[in-house]
């Protein structure tokens, strides 16, 4: 069921009022089929804009992406994107959302289709799975920003795809829900077996999630350095301490600062090195 | 934090500020009232003008012809009710307003849900809407009648554009606010454009529809109060333009208030409609 993803070679910039802006320079990486890939990076690293292109949401200036094998084009049910919120219906409930893209054409010929009226029992499945029986006929506004998430991450699995892509889903959500919703996707990626693009701001996020760890510089954006995270696949707490865990956040960290610092270094703001390195990286 | 501002406030503790502090609260910025003290406030905002008007009635500062008194007024309206055919006058304007609102509605809302969701819908049709939504549509009162005449058409034509302009590029502001997370969401589900116009678009964008309805139904009344006056033999405008003539001034302020009532009466109605359709607005 899962995919592999390639992108080779590609290219992007945003045309403004007189110049474009580059925001992807020359970005190759290869994703093998049920990984948990995230990158991280500072802003204007196009880390997004990448998600966005693998999503078919945006269209690359030039380069090739594959997914499973073959070029994409435009969206498609395979890839499941996890926005950072606002992204559920409002007038569904949330079983509803779920269930939401049983309503559309291109999800009634995949293999869900075969066992009709498991549609229910799945999205069910789903639900309870990211913990929310008791929400399901709660309606988004009901419900607080992780339960959302929560929601938005079923929604995404209840068509089965090869591939989710998630846009930094928890960026908006309090430190402690964060790190319910982290073991929450872990888990739930380990039943599912799904392939994963987690995008990010936050280094310990990045390291607690991921496999690999892809971490991009800004300005433009490029692949800078792909970490391997020394750790067993199935994580726990208490590997946030781990020394092993807590020597490659801090080479991660300084490097985060050392590309924006090397952006500013580049552009023209008429700072020096010192007030560079000192800026604390948003 | 609560400790530290009680602490403040109960130091300097002299009598008059415990009694101030009610009225203080009332009027704190964004503060908030009971629903007993609103309608306290809401009373009172409807009273006082009525009495004021009672008082310059009953002082005899203007000429009673030019300006009745309460009673006068209720009066006039009992017999207004009673032997001068309000029934068919009401339900004559009604029947206006609902038709052209409605001939606006029906073009206005596929052209919005366009012009709000197609680049090139926008291009081509809202400049050229703007344009007419800035002539005044009683201007195009002589134009229509000699078009239309002075019948049925005649008031339909001045209700629909007075409205359907406004309604055109109000419906693509609504279609634009729909947030583009919702749209996305369905585009990586597999949706058409089709499936994401009928299924995420339209629902999404409800709510805000029926409000600019709401408020294109107020301007819907005010012109047919328009063209009822200025083309008219029948209706709650002709009936002010005919007690004008024949200086009854009671009659003209029964008129007026009908009129007010009536768009109070609707207003309520369609927020209650909100209120039934979007119950998820609500929150928890």
């Known amino acids: 069921m899962t995919k592999s993803i390639e992108i080779s070679r590609l290219f992007k910039s945003f045309a403004g009022k007189r110049h474009s802006t580059l925001v992807l320079e020359n970005v190759s990486l290869a994703i093998p089929a049920g990984e948990f890939l995230t990158i991280v990076g500072a802003s204007g690293c196009g880390k997004s804009t990448l998600l966005r292109i693998i999503a078919g949401l945006e269209a690359a200036d030039s380069g090739v992406i594959l997914v499973g094998g073959k070029p994409i084009n435009g969206p498609g049910v395979d890839r499941a994107v996890v926005f950072q919120d606002y992204s559920l219906f409002p007038w569904l409930t949330a079983k509803q959302n779920v269930l939401f893209s049983r309503r559309l054409a291109a999800n009634t010929h995949d293999n869900l289709a075969l066992e009709r009226g498991a549609e229910e029992e799945r999205a069910q499945k789903l639900i309870s799975l990211v913990g929310l029986s008791a929400a399901e006929d709660a309606y988004p506004s009901q419900l607080s920003g992780g339960m959302r998430q929560r929601i938005a991450i079923a929604r995404a699995l209840m068509s089965k795809p090869a591939i989710i892509l998630m846009d930094e889903p928890f960026g908006a959500l309090d430190a402690q829900t964060r790190e319910v919703m982290q073991d929450l996707v872990l888990s739930v990626v380990a039943q599912e077996g799904t392939t994963i693009l987690f995008v990010t701001h936050d280094v310990e996020e990045a390291l607690y999630l991921g496999s690999r760890v892809v971490l991009m510089s800004p300005h433009p954006g490029r692949i800078d350095t792909i970490y391997d995270v020394p750790l067993p696949k199935t994580r726990n707490v208490m590997m946030r301490v781990d020394p092993r865990f807590l020597t490659l956040k801090r080479q991660v960290m300084e490097r985060v600062r050392e590309t924006v610092g090397l952006s500013l270094d580049r552009s023209a703001l008429g700072s020096t090195g010192a007030e560079a390195s000192a800026r604390p990286n948003s | ?284």
């Open chain 2, 1 to 284: 934090m609560n400790a530290s501002t009680a602490e403040i406030s109960v130091k300097p503790a002299p009598v008059e500020a415990l009694e101030k502090s009610a009225s203080r609260k009332h009027w704190s910025i964004r503060g908030q009232l009971t629903r007993r003290q609103f309608t306290t406030y809401a009373v009172a905002g409807v009273l006082i003008p009525i009495l004021l008007w009672a008082f310059f009635n009953e002082a005899a500062i203007v000429p009673k012809i030019f300006l009745p008194g309460p009673v006068d007024v209720a009066k006039r309206f009992g017999s207004w009710v009673l032997n001068e055919g309000f029934a068919a006058d009401l339900s004559i304007s009604v029947q206006r307003v609902t038709v052209g609102f409605l001939a606006s509605l029906v073009i206005a809302l596929p052209l919005g849900l366009l012009a709000g969701t197609f680049k090139p819908a926008e291009a081509f049709l809202e400049p050229a809407m703007d344009f007419v939504r800035y002539m005044p549509a009683v201007a195009f009162v002589p134009l229509v009648m000699l078009w239309c005449g002075v019948g049925e058409l005649s008031k339909i034509a001045i209700i629909f554009i007075g409205t359907f302009f406004q309604m055109v590029l109000m419906f693509a502001d609504d279609v634009r606010k729909v947030p583009m997370q919702q749209i996305e969401a369905a585009q990586t589900m597999g949706g058409t454009r089709r499936e994401i116009l009928y299924k995420v678009i339209l629902p999404s964008a409800a709510p805000s529809l029926l409000t600019t309805c709401r408020i294109t139904l107020g301007w819907a009344w005010t012109y047919l109060v328009v063209a009822e006056i200025v083309a008219a033999n029948s209706g709650l405008g002709y009936a002010v333009l005919k007690a004008q003539r024949f200086l009854q001034t009671d009659k003209i302020f029964a008129g007026l208030i009908v009129i007010g009532f009536l768009g109070l009466i609707q207003d309520q109605l369609l927020r209650a409609l909100h209120h039934a359709l979007f119950p998820y607005l609500r929150g928890r």
